[in-house]
């Protein structure tokens, strides 16, 4: 059973920067495409950042493109979501995908102005 872990969210000033992490268990993040969603209050989930299997074709929503990194650890099956010069509206809950269909619980990213 595959079962993925966030951590790293915080309270963080705007312009400031976050490390999150997804540890995975029940499968290998080597072999498989991965990606961070976020949430905010009121909106849809949305699609942050993805990385194929290879590593060679990374995917970013325009809204953070240039400021958050996805990257993977294969020897600690582990997917990061590195975030710079955060905004206000980077406020939410990010959430590590896993195909097909596997979720994490999610971390709280809040930044203030």
């Known amino acids: 059973q595959v079962r993925l872990v966030e951590s790293g969210g915080g309270l963080v000033q705007a312009g400031g920067s976050l490390r999150l992490s997804c540890g995975a268990s029940g499968m290998k993040v080597s072999n498989n495409a991965m990606a961070w969603y976020r949430q905010a209050p009121g909106k849809q989930r949305e699609l942050v950042a993805s990385?194929?299997?290879?590593?060679?074709?990374?995917f970013y929503a325009d809204s953070v493109k240039a400021r958050f990194t996805i990257s993977r650890n294969n020897a600690k099956n582990t997917v990061y979501l590195h975030v710079n010069s955060l905004r206000p509206e980077d406020t939410a809950v990010y959430y590590c995908?896993?195909?097909?269909?596997?979720w994490g619980q999610g971390t709280q990213v809040t930044v203030s102005s």
């Open positions: 990385i194929t299997s290879g590593g060679s074709a990374n």
């Open positions: 995908y896993a195909p097909i269909d596997n």
